[in-house]
């Protein structure tokens, strides 16, 4: 999971016995793009490359990403080249790339107007 204030991931592990609403956040309504809120309590990992994860006890789907034309979501979860990003410019900022310039961007705003 991925709320886009860092470049990091956060694991979220679900169980379909402890985890209420485990059928409804598997499904393909919670596909890339789709705002989900998840309860639970936060963890030591035992997995390599973070150092905690949220063990899920609630989860659902805040907004999933409903198309009229059927098409999926128009960014994927791999990297997009610059040139790709310039053509759907109303996500880049959903991008690692765009997330991060805006970072910085009110990260620099802040000190100039502090």
Do not use: W
């Not at 905690?52 to 907004?63: D, M, N, P, V």
């Amino acid at each position: 999971l991925n709320d886009g204030s860092s470049m990091d991931h956060l694991q979220i592990v679900c169980n379909a016995n402890t985890t209420s609403g485990y059928t409804r956040i598997t499904s393909p309504q919670a596909n890339t793009g789709a705002a989900l809120s998840f309860r639970g309590v936060v963890a030591a990992s035992l997995g390599s490359g973070q150092a905690y994860e949220i063990h899920a006890t609630e989860g659902r789907i805040i907004g999933a990403i409903i198309n009229d034309n059927g098409k999926n979501y128009p960014l994927a979860k791999k990297r997009h080249s610059n040139e790709v990003l310039r053509t759907i410019a109303h996500l880049r900022c959903r991008s690692n790339l765009g997330g991060a310039v805006a970072r910085i961007r009110n990260t620099l705003a802040f000190g100039v107007h502090s």
